[in-house]
């Protein structure tokens, strides 16, 4: 009791010092520190790297549908792309030839790896350097030829004409990712090839870029070549550049298995 004229006061709790936190909660802070740590690291690799982009000089010949190698670059804004729908392919139509001399052979390419020869050509065309995800690749502006196995899955037994039509019909649809997205397409030949076994097909898809309409020929051929799959040449050539279409009558003329 406190004496008369003392004020009162409450007596201070007697307050124990924490112990120190143990080993296992001392690795649970570390290892909270070392996530948010790394969580840092990782945003800030991002930032530092997120306006790299490889321009169009390193660009790959394999781009997808929305970066065509012809036309990705001058695409209308307003146009609204869709994908291309393929109509039946025809049993015989015979590949149209295209007038004018077209360009001077340069060489023959002998693709080793496809097991296919065909038609090089001079300038405007060049060798591309990098032809990945090809075996052999020419470029003219945006026009291009390729060469390689073909690509996914085959048959196990191509031997009838019907059989390689079927394939060179999805070889087609592989290639539209080549050309400009909002397409339509219409055949312009389907008729086997003129040496060894395969079929070629042939294509105009038509486009609008910057509000015009615009078209690009192209050709794909399913080549056997007596190995486990078949070859692939495909070419296609924009109608900015129409001189090249004899180009591709050639490539049909010159075309066999090696």
Known sequence: ???????????????????????????????????????????LVFTAFSGDRPGAASAPLHQGRSAAPSVSASVSASAVPRPVRLPPVP?????????????????????????IGYAGFAAPWRTAADPSPFVRAQRAGRALIVSCPMPGAVP?????PEAYR??????????????????????????????????LLGYRVT???????????????VVGTGRNKPALLFATVPDTTQELYRDLNMLFWTLRPI
């Open 1 to 43: 009791m406190a004496e008369a004229g003392e004020p009162y006061t409450t007596p201070m709790p007697q307050v124990r010092p924490e112990p120190p936190p143990g080993p296992r909660r001392v690795r649970l802070i570390y290892t909270a520190l070392a996530c948010v740590g790394t969580a840092v690291a990782i945003v």
């Open 91 to 115: 049993t015989a139509l015979t590949m149209v030839v295209h007038p004018g001399s077209g360009t001077p052979a340069g060489n023959f390419v002998v693709d080793q790896k496809s097991g």
């Open 156 to 160: 196990e037994a191509l031997t009838a």
């Open 166 to 199: 079927t394939v060179a019909a999805r070889a087609a649809r592989w290639t539209l990712r080549f050309q400009p997205e909002g397409g339509s397409l219409a055949w312009t030949a389907s008729q086997p090839l003129r040496r060894g076994t395969g079929w």
């Open 207 to 221: 486009y609008r870029i910057d509000g015009r309409t615009h078209a690009s020929e192209a050709i794909v051929a």
